[in-house]
Structure formats: structure tokens, C-alpha cells
């Protein structure tokens, strides 16, 4: 508001007072009604509006999202101008970033759309948008109002896998595997000639019956892939070089384990050392083992969230993770290099029964060591430095 | 389109504020020709805003500059000159045209032309000064939209605000002109000795002026705010997409200054102005004035072909058949009649005391506001800070008595009906009070409850279910509640089984979590009714 404002209404005042009332109360009137007419109008016609964004709230990269707003104006009160500005996340920011200016009638609408591009995975909050109008005079200042920020989640990529070479040691399991420790008596795949000490529950008496001989079943290996998908996203324990990338590369790794997982219809879940925004302790929850699309999609969800953390140590959160873990289970742990302490919670994970996979993503130094070591305790290590490699270990699975 | 009617504007304003300075004249010297000077005013402003554009684009203080301003200016005085020498008569004119080409030129600074000039020098400035702000508001987009130009500081008004402080200035200029032009003056002159008894006369002509000003000047800054408004959008390259704005604009503009005035002349002000009369007087003010213009163009032009004749010493055959111009005079107001009731006077009085009252605290507000430095130092002063430690006891001291007074009440209410139970006239009631629990078992309280709403629409909880797996078996019919019921059920085994406390923080979020299940069983069931329907 200008600074003359009140020295005119001083003026006024005391106009008003020597020649008691008249013109000069009249102009008081009129300025003074003037600033506060227009300004109750602008603050009530700004609240009387309305901003409802739609869109598909879930994407994968590259996927170009279409954002529809529609701004409503519900009072009887026109708005004569209103500004609208867009918060985008740098991330998904194009060169045409949203912002317009229109005006609203008396209970109308106006409708807007815009566009997003996911380049990245993430959640990403959509706004807020801010909203802005004035007094017709321009006496006071505008009014700004901002409208809630709505999430958009943004999927890690995944890589299809056609098979991974991960051992288990659960019983009665439903995969095929190429080095069994049990069988599964629901997978006959032939029969053989009775020897002295096959058990009498695998003869097969119909065809003993019909080729006057004892004959035994033989059964499939399997495994059971009741798995946990354990994923470090501590600072400290990527090569500070290359750690976007590389912690990038581990979401993508555990995203495409769990697609792989889920897509044999066995049980996954995931236990993250990293940040969750929308966790209320900025720790992602821990997901229990499940199985179906539903499942991914939630794991995928929080795979999109998670941050790195800083000063997390991985082994006491390993430690914390596993006695909820049921015997048998398979830790697929994702991290970019492992220490004494990991590599000690993985062998006790090992003498309670649970099987732990090592992969280690990105580029480390110390990967050769880790191997030795990983060896001692008969723990595999699949090293992964770039998408390409998760690609060709894909690629090698299937020819093996 | 802006153009004209930001020029139009201007010259109405100003003509209100020459209306008003005629009045101021008039009323101090009554001897002058008050309606020639306010027309020769009038008649400078709409020479300033005809050549503004081409002064303008000239460069200041360049040859060309001088000589076009120099020329205007030299015109200018001499028309202001002949013009007041005409007033007096066609005769006095010849006289003292005469005494002029014989150079006598000290009558030609008489004391009316002087003030004159000045008045014309102050018309000429602030029509050029409103025309430079409406320029830089956005009239002309190139100075508008100039980036090139010096960078922007950051304690630079903004035009519009300019404009506004300009307008209200010249107001509060106007205000006091009006209020002078309503005092005798001179009997004041005349009674020199001891204390002037100042007397006010009831209506002057020069409140119309005032009030059109503002008004006029509230149709002005609508329009340069829709023109910065423009400039601010075309320089932040921010698209319109509303096609009809500039026209909605002039709607929502016309129709709340129209609000505004209609307000205003129904609110009790004394002798009210009314607003089509006032509109009238201004109208006949401008109409005279044009009139006279006319005139006078036509009396000049019959005077240039009678130069040759006034030379050789003939009497001129144009002038002597037409009469004498009559000089333009200013309006004047009607004297109404005054209220008489005593009732209406006091909700007069009322009205505008506590219209007065609640305008001070506004502007004051507004005022402390607007100076952050004022309200720091209220904040340091002594008196400031007795008043917010005197405002915290108390509202201390309140909450305490309402804390005291509502556990008092509770208390007692307690004993009262524990009494009656104890004595069986109101039955016992078993309800748990859940702030009576620890967060521990808040969480208990929450899962067994889960458990217990589950079990009533078939999900029951199986003796040898762990919490995981009937966790996974809720999940299945509740499947958007999925997270909900993970996370209670993660908090209720740490809470069952865990020895370490519990934070009453989780026991907000479980409660949280809780709410969220209990309403997806309640539409559950909701839409299992609807389906066996």
C-alpha cells in the first residue's frame, strides 16, 4: 500500500473535524472504501477458489505424464485476474515449465494441461501450485494462496531377468534347481528299478504291477525362494566417486530381483537401510515376504522413495533385520562394499539356517578381497558395476 | 486503446484540479479572472498531452529540444498575457498591447500573470509527470519491457505505486485548496488585529473538483493496473489464456466504482454532495470552458486580419460587430437544506466517530506494518513490553483457572457417579478410557481391536496363527490397507514381545493406522450389504 495512504487519511481526518463532516468525510468514504472493498473482494474471491490437479500418480521411466488442472472459482465473486504458477521438482522441469494467467466469472471453471516427462525415478511432489491476484486499483499488495502439492512416484527401472543363479536351501520349494538338496515328491519326472535301501514310500506300484518288477519314482529337485531383498543405500559404503550412480544401479538391482521373483510366483520382501521420506521415522518400513503384482507394485513404490543416508551402519542393521527373518530365508543383500561386521552377520545368517547372496553394485576396489573373504565363509558374490553388467549376468544366466 | 483513455483520464483529473484551483482564486482574489486562468490551464494540459509524445522522442537539452520547448513556452506566456489583458476589455488590450511594442514591459509581469505562469508551469509538470508513469507502467511497451536498460535496484517503487503516491499527493493538495477555498479570506485579511475569526462558508464549487479527482483518479489506477499487470506478464513471458480479460476487466472496474459511489453517497456524511449533480457541475464546467475556447480561437483569428487595420490606426470592422468574449466562470453549488432530527444527527455523529476511530486504528495497523523499524522499536520499548508481559500473566493465569476449574469439575463429576454406581443407581460402565493407557498397551489395545473387527466379518484370527501370517491373511481382503496393517502388526510384536519402552509417538502412528483399517472393514461391510441387496 503507498505511504501517502495515511498522511491523505490524517489530512482527511482533520478536514473532517475543523469543517465537521461533509465533503471530506465523503472522500474518506470513498478512499477508504475503495482499499477495503477491493481488498475484502480480492481475499474472499481467492478463497472461493478451487485447484484439482488429475493425473496417473504412478509412472516408469520414460514415461510422459499428462497433468490435468482444473481451477474453479465457487463463489459469486468474479476474480478479475489470477495467476497461476506450477512448482515442478528440477528432475521432471521442462523447458515449458506451467504457469498462465486467466480470470474467473462468477462460479466458473477453467481447465489447463501440461505435461511431465519421468526421467528419473523418484517421488516427486507436483506442486504446490501458487495462486495470485490483486485489487482492481492495485492498492494493496497481492495475495498469494498455494494449493497442495500432490505426489507423483516415478519407478526404478528394471531389467528383466530370464533366470539368477541364487542357491536355496529351503525344503519343498517350487523352482527347479540344478543342485538339489531335496526333492519335491509332487515332481515325478521318471522311474528306476528298485535297490536295496530306497525308501518303500517311492516305490510306484502301478507300474511295479505292470512290469512285474519293483520300480521307485524319481523326483525333481527344488528350491523354495521365500527371499528378502536387502538393500544399502548408506553413503559411506559406495565409492564416494561414482556413489549417485552406483546406489542408483543397487535400486535397480533390487528392483529387478523382486520383478524376477514375483514373476516366478515365489515370496519376496525388502528391508531398506536408507532414507523414506513418507516414513514418519524416515526409515523405509520393512516389507514382509508376499507374494503377487500387488506385492511389486508396493515394493516398487518404496524403491522409488528411498534416499541414501548418511552414517547408517549396515552390519548392526543386518543384525536387527534377521532375527525377524523366518530359517531358510534367502538375503539377497544389494550394497557396494562389504566389511568385517556384514560379512560376520552374513555367516551367522548363514549358521541360522537363512542363505545369504552377496551382490556387490558399482565399482569397488576392495572387490577382490570381499571375494576371498566371501569365499572363507562360502557366501556367493555377484559383482555389478553398470546396467551393462546386470544386462550380460542376465544374459549369462540364460545361457547357462 | 490505452492510450486514449489514459489521456482522457489525465485531462479530466486535471481539469478537476484546475476547477478547484479556480475556486481557490476566486475566493482569496476575487478581482481576477479565475474562470480565464482555469481555462488557459485547461487549454495548456491539452496542448501538453497533444505534444508529449513529440517532445519525448526528442533528446533533453539537445537543439531541437530547446527550440521546440522554447517556442511552446514563448506562445504559451504570450497567449496567457493578451488573454488576461483581454478580460479587462478590448480596450485595455489595445493599450497594453501597445505599451508592450513600445516596451514597457513591466506591466506586462502584472501579479495576476505571474501566478498565472506558475499555475501553468505546475499544470505543465504534472501532466507531464502522471504521462511519464503511465509510460513506464506499460503505455509504451518498449520502455516497458526494456532489459537492456540499468539494472533494476531493489528499493525501486514500482511505477504503479508511484502513481498512486502521486494521485494521493496530489489529493491531499487538493483537500487543503478546497478547505482554503471555503474560508473568507478575506475578512480575515481585513481584520488584522488580535485572533482572525475564521469563517467558513457552506459550499465553495471546489468540492465537486476534489471529489471527481478521486474518482477519476480510481478509474486511472484500474487501468495502469491492468497495464502493469500486462507489462509484468509480457516480461516474465507468462501467457493469457483468457481471450475476454481486458474486457472483463472494464466490467469488474466500471461495476465497483459504481458499488463504491452508490456506497458512499448513502453513507452519512453531513450536507451531502449529490453525485449526479456533482457530475453535472463538472460537466457544465468543461462545457463552458470548451465553449470559451472556441471563442476564443475564433476572436484570435479575427484579430490576426485585423492587425493591418489596428497599424494604420482604423478601428477593425470584425471586432467592433461581435461583443465582447465573456470569460468563463466557475460553477457553484447549490445550498441544501440541513437535517434537522436530533435522532438522525446522533447516528450521524455516531457513524462517523466510530467511522473515524475504526480508520485510525486501521491506518495505524497498516502504518506499523508497512515500517518494520516501528514495530521494533515498540517491541524495545518499556511500556510495549510491560503490556505483552501484563497480556501473558493474564492469559497464563486464565488457562491455569480453566485447567483447575475443568479438573475440579471432571473430579468431582467422577466421585459423583461412582458414588451413584457404588450405590446402583446408574449402571457400571466398563469403557476404557484409552489416555489412562500407557503406549504399550495403547498398541495392544489398537491390534486386539484389528483382530476383534476382523473376526466379525470372517476374518478370524486361527488360535495358531502367528500376528505375521494373519497379518497376511487380513491383507488379502483388505488389500489397500496393506501398509496399515503391516505396520500395526510390526508394532504390536515389538510391543508384546520387546522389553524396551515404547515410543508414545509409534502408539499415535498405530492409532493412526488403526483408523485407516477400521474404516476400509466398515466400507468392506458397507459394500458386502450393498451386494447381498
Not at chain 2, 480575515?188 to 471546489?206: H, K, T, W
Request: hydrophobic share 50%; proline share 5%; with cysteine.
Amino acid at each position: 500500500m503507498s505511504g501517502t495512504f495515511l498522511p491523505l487519511l490524517v489530512v482527511l481526518v482533520l478536514i473532517a473535524a475543523f469543517l465537521r463532516g461533509d465533503f471530506a468525510l465523503t472522500l474518506i468514504y470513498l478512499v477508504v472504501g475503495a482499499l477495503a472493498m477491493g481488498t475484502w473482494w480480492c481475499r474472499r474471491a481467492l478463497g472461493q477458489v478451487d485447484a484439482k490437479r488429475h493425473f496417473n500418480t504412478h509412472a516408469f521411466l520414460g514415461e510422459q505424464i499428462k497433468i490435468d488442472l482444473q481451477v474453479q472459482n465457487k463463489g459469486w465473486l468474479p476474480v478479475p485476474w489470477l495467476e497461476l504458477r506450477e512448482t515442478l521438482p528440477v528432475a521432471l522441469a521442462g523447458p515449458h515449465s506451467f504457469q498462465t494467467v486467466t480470470n474467473l466469472g462468477p462460479r466458473a471453471a477453467a481447465q489447463f494441461e501440461y505435461f511431465v516427462q519421468a526421467r528419473k525415478r523418484g517421488y516427486y511432489p507436483i506442486g504446490p501450485l501458487t495462486l495470485s491476484t490483486g485489487d482492481i486499483l492495485g492498492l494493496s499488495d497481492s495475495l498469494l494462496a498455494h494449493s497442495q502439492a500432490e505426489a507423483l512416484i516415478i519407478y526404478p527401472k528394471i531389467i528383466p531377468f530370464a533366470s539368477a543363479r541364487i542357491s536355496s536351501h529351503s525344503p519343498q520349494g517350487t523352482l527347479r534347481h540344478s543342485l538339489p538338496l531335496f526333492e519335491d515328491p509332487t515332481r515325478v519326472f521318471g522311474k528306476r528299478s528298485y535297490t536295496s535301501g530306497d525308501s518303500l514310500r517311492r516305490i510306484d506300484w502301478k507300474s511295479s504291477a505292470s512290469t512285474g518288477r519293483l520300480q521307485v519314482k524319481l523326483f525333481e529337485p527344488s528350491i523354495a525362494l521365500e527371499t528378502c531383498v536387502i538393500l544399502n543405500l548408506n553413503a559411506e559404503d559406495y565409492y564416494y566417486r561414482s556413489r549417485m550412480d552406483s546406489t542408483e544401479l543397487a535400486i535397480v538391482i533390487a528392483a529387478s530381483m523382486s520383478n524376477w521373483i514375483v514373476e516366478k510366483k515365489q515370496m519376496v520382501g525388502m528391508v531398506v537401510n536408507g532414507r523414506d521420506p513418507l516414513s514418519a521415522e524416515l526409515m523405509p518400513q520393512s516389507i514382509p515376504a508376499r507374494k503377487g503384482k500387488r506385492h511389486l507394485m508396493r515394493l516398487l513404490e518404496t524403491l522409488a522413495r528411498v534416499e541414501v543416508i548418511d552414517n547408517s551402519a549396515f552390519g548392526s542393521f543386518i543384525q536387527k533385520q534377521r532375527y525377524q527373518l523366518a530359517w531358510g530365508t534367502t538375503l539377497i543383500v544389494i550394497t557396494g562394499s562389504a566389511g568385517d561386521e556384514l560379512m560376520d552377520e552374513l555367516y551367522q545368517a548363514r549358521r541360522r539356517g537363512q542363505n545369504p547372496v552377496l551382490i556387490l553394485a558399482g565399482r569397488d576396489s576392495t572387490e577382490e578381497a570381499i571375494r576371498q573373504r566371501a569365499a572363507v565363509f562360502d557366501i556367493p558374490v555377484f559383482s555389478i558395476a553398470t546396467e551393462r553388467d546386470l544386462t550380460l549376468w542376465m544374459q549369462g544366466s540364460k545361457r547357462t | 486503446m490505452f492510450r486514449a483513455l489514459s489521456y482522457v483520464l489525465v485531462f479530466l483529473m486535471m481539469a478537476c484540479i484546475v476547477l478547484t484551483i479556480g475556486n481557490l482564486i476566486e475566493n482569496v482574489v476575487p478581482g481576477w479572472h479565475s474562470g480565464l486562468i482555469a481555462g488557459a490551464l485547461l487549454f495548456l494540459v491539452m496542448d501538453r498531452l497533444y505534444t508529449y509524445r513529440q517532445l519525448k522522442s526528442l533528446t533533453p537539452l539537445s537543439a531541437e529540444w530547446v527550440i521546440a520547448l522554447g517556442a511552446q513556452w514563448i506562445l504559451i506566456v504570450l497567449v496567457i498575457r493578451f488573454l488576461l489583458s483581454y478580460a479587462n476589455g478590448l480596450n485595455a488590450f489595445i493599450a497594453d498591447l501597445s505599451l508592450f511594442v513600445r516596451g514597457y514591459l513591466a506591466n506586462f509581469f502584472s501579479p495576476e500573470f505571474v501566478i498565472t505562469f506558475l499555475l501553468a508551469l505546475m499544470a505543465w509538470v504534472l501532466t507531464a509527470q502522471f504521462l511519464d508513469l503511465l509510460e513506464e507502467i506499460g503505455l509504451d511497451q518498449e520502455l516497458a519491457l526494456r532489459e537492456e536498460s540499468a539494472p533494476i535496484r531493489s528499493d525501486m517503487v514500482p511505477a504503479h505505486q508511484r502513481l498512486v503516491t502521486l494521485i494521493f499527493s496530489v489529493g491531499i493538495f487538493l483537500a487543503i485548496v478546497t478547505v482554503l477555498t471555503r474560508v473568507n479570506v478575506t475578512t480575515i485579511l481585513s481584520n488584522l488585529s488580535g485572533l482572525p475569526d475564521i469563517e467558513v462558508r457552506r459550499f465553495s464549487g471546489a468540492e465537486a473538483g476534489a471529489l471527481l479527482y478521486f474518482v477519476f483518479g480510481l478509474t486511472l489506477l484500474s487501468l495502469s493496473r491492468l497495464m502493469s499487470l500486462q507489462t509484468h506478464w509480457n516480461r516474465l513471458r507468462i501467457p493469457i489464456s483468457s481471450h475476454n480479460l481486458t474486457r472483463q476487466w472494464a466490467t469488474y472496474s466500471l461495476s465497483f466504482l459504481l458499488i463504491l459511489a452508490v456506497a458512499v453517497s448513502l453513507l452519512p456524511a453531513g450536507d451531502s454532495l449529490g453525485l449526479f449533480s456533482v457530475l453535472g457541475t463538472l460537466v457544465g464546467f468543461l462545457t463552458g470552458i470548451l465553449a470559451f475556447l472556441a471563442q476564443l480561437i475564433l476572436a484570435l483569428v479575427l484579430l490576426l486580419f485585423s492587425l493591418p487595420f489596428l497599424l494604420f490606426g482604423n478601428a477593425p470592422p470584425f471586432i467592433n460587430r461581435s461583443a465582447p468574449l465573456p470569460p468563463p466562470t466557475l460553477p457553484t453549488q447549490p445550498v441544501l437544506p440541513t437535517e434537522t432530527s436530533a435522532i438522525w444527527e446522533l447516528i450521524r455523529s455516531t457513524l462517523l466517530w466510530g467511522a473515524l476511530v475504526v480508520i485510525l486504528v486501521f491506518a495505524f495497523i497498516q502504518f506499523v506494518r508497512q515500517h518494520g523499524g516501528i514495530r521494533a522499536a515498540l517491541r524495545n520499548s518499556r511500556i510495549t513490553n510491560w503490556l505483552i508481559l501484563a497480556w501473558q500473566w493474564l492469559s497464563r493465569n486464565a488457562d491455569q483457572t480453566r485447567a483447575s476449574l475443568s479438573r475440579a469439575i471432571g473430579e468431582g463429576w467422577r466421585s459423583i457417579v461412582s458414588r451413584l454406581e457404588g450405590k446402583g443407581v446408574l449402571p457400571g460402565m466398563d469403557f476404557i478410557s484409552l489416555r489412562s493407557l500407557d503406549p504399550r498397551r495403547q498398541i495392544y489395545f489398537f491390534y486386539l481391536a484389528m483382530v476383534r473387527r476382523g473376526g466379525e466379518q470372517g476374518m478370524t484370527r486361527e488360535p495358531a496363527q502367528t500376528p505375521s501370517e494373519y497379518a497376511a491373511a487380513l491383507e488379502k481382503a483388505l488389500p489397500s490397507t496393506t501398509e496399515d496393517i503391516d505396520s500395526i502388526t510390526a508394532a504390536f510384536v515389538e510391543a508384546r514381545y520387546s522389553r524396551q519402552e515404547v515410543d508414545p509417538g509409534k502408539a499415535e502412528l498405530v492409532r493412526g493406522a488403526w483408523g485407516r483399517i477400521r474404516r476400509a472393514l466398515q466400507n468392506r461391510l458397507k459394500d458386502e450389504r450393498s451386494a447381498n441387496k
